[in-house]
């Protein structure tokens, strides 16, 4: 089986290419995965997913959970010698409503700077927790397209 991928053939130690932050939501598994195939990084990365993405790293509703992503991107790095972290959160968030309200998701143009703002912040926070790192910060649409921000 393993032939037919030989990007599996890797260890569960060495230079891996990133960390990937990404939402629970179950209709994002395979978009992520297109996306990283499509930068060419499948079997690359390390991922950690938990609800919200980057939100659960940042918003206060859930700041009982940051110890726990910190903990994952430290073993990652010690592990996989990963470069960066790529957060991708996506559009109609539950755990953005959770976090911020309906309001702050209320129409796109709202979404877009609630997630923003949290991409933003976890980008802030992880320069000063682990200014070795690069970091890249995009919003998933539901088609699977990715809007960076920087």
Not at 49 to 68: D, E, H, L
Not at 94 to 112: H, S
Request: with cysteine.
């Amino acid at each position: 089986m393993l032939a037919a991928f030989p990007q599996f053939a890797f260890g569960a130690e060495g230079n891996y290419e990133a960390m990937v932050v990404t939402c629970i939501d179950p209709r994002f598994p395979l978009p992520t995965i297109n996306y990283m195939k499509s930068r060419k990084m499948i079997g690359k990365y390390s991922q950690f997913t938990f609800a919200g993405a980057s939100i659960g790293v940042v918003a206060p509703a859930f700041k009982t959970w940051a110890p726990a992503f910190w903990d994952n991107l430290a073993a990652s790095m010690q592990l996989h010698h990963i470069p960066k972290v790529i957060a991708i959160n996506h559009r109609d968030c539950g755990a953005a409503k959770i976090a911020y309200g309906a309001d702050k998701v209320a129409n796109p143009q709202i979404e877009t700077e609630t997630h923003k703002a949290a991409l933003m912040e976890f980008r802030k926070q992880v320069g000063e927790k682990q200014p070795s790192l690069k970091i890249e910060t995009g919003l998933m649409a539901l088609n699977g397209k990715v809007e960076m921000f920087s």
